[in-house]
């Protein structure tokens, strides 16, 4: 006979007698209904996953190409043992690609009452704040037929700092900086020296030089000597505007935009100058101001941490503008921006004088090494092609360059690799001269 759907499922837990059915169904329910029996003792003794308790520890900061480890504590309320496959959830870029299934992914076995621990190791691929998604728990009997499965929201942040490779740099322009401060004076006097000593006088000096009252006092002929100024004022303003966003390399310019930074800075503080940094394209992203020299560089990197380029254009009066009143006496105004034609000859340059009539100003621009590659290409006449073009964007944007230093503007165009150790020689430069 044919069983109803409620009749095969009495039958399959074992509540009809197997010998009211016709031969052909015994066997096959004696088995399902074994199986069905064994499925649903399986799933009682699963333990619940909604009861679970979780809680997050570990680290909340890494340098980009660092890792974190963020550890998640579990315990079982429950009277039943947890076995578990666990799945910590992070946002993709969490981990270096085709890791993520090793590293989010846990088996877990925790007895009634108790608690486990298990750690997942993050290794991001870009700066800025990753947020702890979901922790799904799928929780097993001892038979491991059926499962129990469920979500728990269990929120954490781990910044991911800018990674400051130019690091390296520092020691040899703090070496610079030395000679520059102490065993060098230079002889003549800038807007950005100040008196150091009296000493006697050597063929080659400049006779500007001359101290005329020591030397009437003295047997020999007297020179000043000329020391740069301390505590002057440096304003860092880093474009996040869309042609910060263009790659060069595997990451986009603003990335070595903030080394530079961040190497300038250090290199600054040191030097006793006062670092401020302002972020901007159409709004402001980021503003430091007044940190001390001790609190000033991990100031400046939790702030450019979580900076991103935005596909905009960037307002250069808007920037102009939040820059006076950041800077509002004279300082050195560093712009890391393009030179790309359009955007400074239709922006910057026709609000350039207002920052230049009152500041020193130096402009930073990350150069694509392909392009010099491209230029030296010969053999067929795609590369021929290939080179012209890349001829022709050298000329567009050296001639860019030149616009600028005829406003008295210092230019930096350097590839990722070298502008930051650029960007610190043209301030030790501009130190030596006294122009800050």
């Known amino acids: 006979m044919a069983l109803t759907g409620r009749a095969a499922l009495l039958a399959a837990l074992g509540s009809i007698p197997v010998g009211v059915l016709e031969p052909g169904w015994t066997g096959i329910l004696a088995v399902n209904g074994s199986l069905a029996l064994a499925c649903a003792c399986d799933y009682a003794l699963a333990a619940p996953v909604r009861r679970l308790r979780l809680s997050r ?8 190409g660092e890792t974190a480890d963020v550890t998640l504590t579990i315990t079982n309320p429950s009277r039943r043992p947890l076995r578990s496959h666990l799945r910590d959830a992070w946002p993709p870029s969490s981990w270096q690609p085709g890791t993520e299934v090793e590293s989010s992914r846990h088996r877990l076995t925790a007895p009634p009452g108790e608690r486990r621990r298990v750690t997942t190791r993050l290794r ?118 869309r042609t910060s966003a263009g790659r060069v ?62 596909l905009v254009e960037t307002d250069a009066r808007g920037l102009t503008a939040m820059a006076l009143r950041t800077a509002p006496r ?67 944007r050296q001639r860019t360059a030149e616009q600028l230093r005829r406003h008295g503007v210092t230019v930096v165009d350097a590839t990722p690799e070298t502008l930051a150790p650029a960007l610190a020689d043209a301030y030790l430069a501009l130190k030596a001269a006294g122009r800050l």
């Open 57 to 64: 520890s570990g680290d909340t900061s890494a340098r980009l």
């Open 124 to 241: 991001p691929t870009r700066h800025g704040d990753r947020q702890a998604d979901r922790v799904t728990v799928r929780s097993y009997g001892p038979l491991g037929l059926f499962s129990r499965q469920g979500s728990h929201q269990v929120p954490w942040t781990v910044r991911v700092l800018p990674p400051f490779t130019s690091r390296k740099h520092l020691p040899s322009k703090l070496a610079r900086l030395r000679e520059l401060d102490g065993r060098t004076s230079v002889l003549t006097r800038g807007e950005g020296t100040e008196f150091d000593s009296l000493r006697e006088y050597v063929p080659g000096d400049d006779t500007r030089s001359i101290d005329w009252r020591a030397t009437a006092r003295q047997s020999s002929v007297a020179v000043r000597t000329w020391r740069p100024e301390r505590d002057r004022h440096i304003l860092l303003v880093l474009d996040t505007g």
């Open 330 to 396: 004279r300082s050195l105004i560093v712009l890391l921006t393009t030179l790309d034609a359009a955007p400074v000859e239709q922006g910057l340059l026709p609000v350039l004088p207002q920052l230049t009539q009152r500041h020193t100003v130096l402009v930073a621009a990350v150069a694509d090494p392909h392009i010099a590659t491209m230029a030296k290409a010969r053999g067929d006449a795609e590369a021929v092609y290939e080179a012209a073009a890349a001829a022709q964007a050298q000329s567009e």
């Open 249 to 310: 390399g595997d990451a986009p310019r603003l990335d070595a935009s903030m080394d530079a930074a961040l190497l300038l800075a250090a290199l600054a503080s040191r030097a006793g100058d006062r670092v401020d940094l302002l972020a901007y394209d159409r709004r402001v992203r980021a503003l430091v101001q007044g940190r001390s020299a001790g609190d000033m560089l991990p100031s400046l990197v939790n702030a450019m941490a979580t900076v991103e380029p935005e």
